[in-house]
């Protein structure tokens, strides 16, 4: 069984530039949530995904968007790109909405410069 | 609304002394609490989670935190700290509330720093 996995690794943008980070959920699960972890803090829900439509945000503005496919991969884009989005975003999968176990990939690294 | 507090940003144990790291939760419908471990540059691990059934519940590792609803805390223990448990933990609680996202609330974490 595959886990969660997320690409790239890393990158690096700089400020006013756009965006693209990828998720492949674990085999079977249908629910994605995307995370953002800023550096020396816990991470903090941007939305998440339900069968491919978004069905929950947390306090992030329009510029931060996704997109979830029939294959219940998953992508976060951000636009105009500002110094403070430099974080590690997670993506984490569960089996069905409503209190699952979410897991969690290891991250994507993004430095706005 | 739901909300985390983890006590302590940083807590120091010598191997083989007992861990106990410290979280506190707000929320209005009766809560899921999780428990997670983060190494250096890897994403998030479960360690345990509490699902409404019993109070104390027992994890990877030989990790395990207790229910207190009248404290509303769900601290996480261990007997004896190894090297290997040096990491940053997090606590965290569902914000589900029978509809729409279940996504999570995490605590600003605590480093578990262990001492030779």
């Known amino acids: 069984e595959t886990g969660v996995t997320q690409s790239p690794t890393h990158l690096i943008k700089t400020r006013g530039q756009q965006v693209t980070l990828r998720c492949s959920s674990q085999s079977g699960h249908n629910t994605v949530s995307w995370y953002q972890q800023a550096l020396g803090q816990g991470p903090q829900f941007i939305f998440q995904y339900y069968r491919e439509e978004e069905n929950g945000r947390g306090n992030f503005p329009p510029r931060f968007s996704g997109l979830q496919f029939p294959n219940y991969s998953s992508e976060l884009n951000v636009n105009a790109l500002e110094l403070d989005d430099s974080a590690l975003y997670l993506c984490?999968?569960?089996?069905?909405?409503?209190?699952?176990?979410?897991?969690f990939g290891p991250g994507t690294r993004l430095t706005v410069l | 609304a739901q909300s985390v507090t983890q006590l302590g940003s940083h807590v120091s144990v010598s191997e083989g002394a007992l861990v106990l790291l410290r979280c506190n939760y707000s929320s209005s419908v009766p809560p899921y609490l999780f428990w997670y471990v983060q190494y250096p540059n890897q994403g998030l691990q479960l360690l345990l989670k509490?699902?409404?059934?019993?109070?104390l519940v027992k994890g990877i590792n030989g990790f395990e935190a207790e229910f207190k609803k009248s404290e509303t805390s769900f601290h996480l223990t261990k007997p004896s700290a190894h090297m290997s448990d040096a990491a940053e933990y997090f606590c965290a609680v569902s914000m589900y509330s029978g509809g729409g996202a279940d996504g999570l609330t995490f605590g600003k974490g605590t480093h578990l720093i262990i001492q030779p």
């Open positions: 984490a999968s569960s089996l069905e909405q409503g209190r699952n176990e979410q897991f």
């Open positions: 509490y699902t409404s059934a019993a109070t």
